[in-house]
């Protein structure tokens, strides 16, 4: 235990020792990864306030299932009954004949009173549905036809507004994914290099512990640990700056006229920052890990 303890020790107090060794080299790495991570935090906290946005967008898109206006009350609740059952329904709200005629008059305002000869029962019963996702729209609207029958009058849904909807969400993520994945290339590349200068400077040393019977694993390890090192500094540097960089940003934001006149909100970074620490700490380790393995192959049997 103590032999292997001792190993330990060794091959990270070598790891931590090639950082401050290279202070040059270890500087231009840590500059370049924490740009990168830098880019892709603004990004990654755009596409999350505008996924946010779109989420409450959705929220209010929803499906007015307008039935018969001879339709009997009996008939209205069992579909009430039948269309709460569908899969992907969110919320079911009922709105009856004369739900439908004050909703009429509150939107008319000063002009209500034209309505007054109107009867409630000049208006149809309603349902009015929202889903748990936007792509179920179509499904559910099919279901719908199948369940009322004869009984529907008509169903109204913002259908372009929905695809668009879910195109902006497919767009976001898709972004997202491909500027993480050149983003992650990139600071590989970095990382690579830097170690690589390490690596080239002790290949003397190295031979020589591969000649003595020093396996690939316990040369190795020293260059990874040095790499993590590197992405995990980055890291936290990183997240540090966007924190501050971002709360500054939507305090001022928020203090717009405009922006409040909209009514926008955004996202807390605090919401954010569990997903964005564990992406980062993932993100440092792994391009770590692989930087330094790859500047070791030119020098050690793989």
Known sequence: MTVRYNVISYLIGEGLRNVFKNKKSTVSALTVMCLCMLVFGMFFMIGENIDYTVKS???EQGIAVMLNLNVSTERVQEIGTQLSQIQGINTIDYASKEDALNIMKEELGE????????EAEAFPDSYNITLTNLELNGQVQEQIRQIV????????SSNDTIETLIGIGKGIRISTFI?????????????SNTIKLTVHARRKEISIMKYVGATNSFIRWPFIIEGITIGLVSALITILIVGLVYNTAVTNLLNIDLIKSLGMSFVSFADM????????????????IVGSSISMRKYLEV
Not at 111 to 118: G, I, P, R
Not at 273 to 288: E, R
Request: net charge negative; no cysteine; charged share 15%.
């Open 57 to 59: 967008i959705e929220k």
């Open 111 to 118: 002009a209500a009173w034209t309505l007054d000869a109107l």
């Open 149 to 156: 029958g004869e009984d529907l009058d008509e169903i109204r």
């Open 179 to 191: 500027l993480l994945a050149i983003l992650v290339v990139i600071s590989i590349v970095i990382i």
């Open 273 to 288: 920052f569990n997903l964005m620490l564990s992406v980062y700490m993932i993100l440092g380790i792994g391009i770590g």
